[in-house]
């Protein structure tokens, strides 16, 4: 199974024995391969999926969805863009790969390396990046916001939400499409705000409404994992919001016990 997400999927904040794709290949026997990304919105799912998914052949997909994810879409992508999405029919994916596959030949230097492992010098490149990707990696609801924080704008404003339904629906078609034709499924994930499923309510119910009508009318099974993260405040980091090993051993219990098994049909 390939897990697509953000940094929630990724593992921010916890070592990569105790993320769900650990947990899923550790406790439940599953060849799980994580794919997330801090910070990451659909537009890269959908690049990194379209890039690698020749090369890694999973079984499924699993695609999880976030409420800050259609604000960082809007980061990434201009509104013309979000429109047109060029990503589908216009980018040279096999020049993607190529240029990946090339990444070894362009190594940085012996001494470049030697700069890079030194301490002092990690410790400020690493303050550097995190500086420039807080807004993108820390989820927003961890702060203390207003009642309607910035990052729920896209989906408090109707023309905002109607664009952004629209790309979900063709985004998650298309990579269904492309799933369903070598025989991969590919089901969609929504990942709650935290350990109380009220938070955010009206914000959370447009983002699980839009992305439930866009899974289903690309064909792929919708999971709603608020309420298996309920009440669970050990399962968060606190004033981070990203997952603790709870959190993610507890995702990894939910999408063995309802995504796979749908998938699979195993009791």
């Known amino acids: 199974v390939l897990l697509l997400g953000d940094s929630l999927i990724y593992g921010h904040g916890v070592e990569e ?7 899923l290949r550790s406790e439940r026997d599953v060849g799980a391969y994580n794919m997330g990304r ?6 890269d799912e959908y690049v990194f999926l379209r890039t690698f998914l020749p090369e890694l ?6 695609l999880f969805v976030f409420l800050n994810d259609f604000d960082d879409l809007e980061v990434y992508r201009t509104a013309e863009q979000i429109a047109t999405m060029p990503e589908i029919d216009r980018l040279d994916y096999a020049a993607i790969r190529k240029w990946a596959g090339d990444l070894h030949e362009r190594r940085p230097s012996a001494l470049r390396q030697w700069l890079t492992r030194r301490p002092s010098l990690r410790l400020l490149r690493s303050a550097a990046k995190e500086l420039r990707s807080l807004a993108l990696t820390t989820p927003a609801w961890a702060a203390d916001f207003p009642a309607d924080p910035p990052f729920l704008a896209p989906l408090l404003d109707p023309d905002r939400r109607a ?9 998650l078609g298309d990579l269904a499409e492309r799933c369903r034709s070598r025989g991969i499924e590919l089901s969609v994930v929504y990942l709650g705000a935290g350990s109380d499923p009220q938070s955010y309510q009206p914000a959370q ?13 690309s064909g792929s099974p919708f ?12 399962c968060f980091l606190p004033r981070d919001g990203h997952f603790t090993p709870v959190g993610h ?9 309802t995504v796979l098994v749908r998938e699979t049909g195993a009791p």
Do not use: H, K, N
């Not at 052949?57 to 699993?62: G, L």
């Not at 119910?205 to 009318?217: F, K, N, P």
């Open 17 to 23: 024995p105790e993320t769900v794709a650990a947990f």
């Open 38 to 43: 801090q910070g990451a919105a659909l537009f």
């Open 57 to 62: 052949e999973p079984r499924s997909v699993v």
């Open 163 to 171: 664009r952004l339904g629209t790309y979900y629906t063709r985004i």
């Open 205 to 217: 119910e447009l983002a699980v409404d839009l992305v439930r009508a866009a899974a289903v009318e």
């Open 223 to 234: 999971f709603d994992s608020r309420e298996a993260l309920s009440g669970c405040d050990e």
């Open 249 to 257: 051993r507890r995702l990894a219990r939910f999408v063995a016990e």
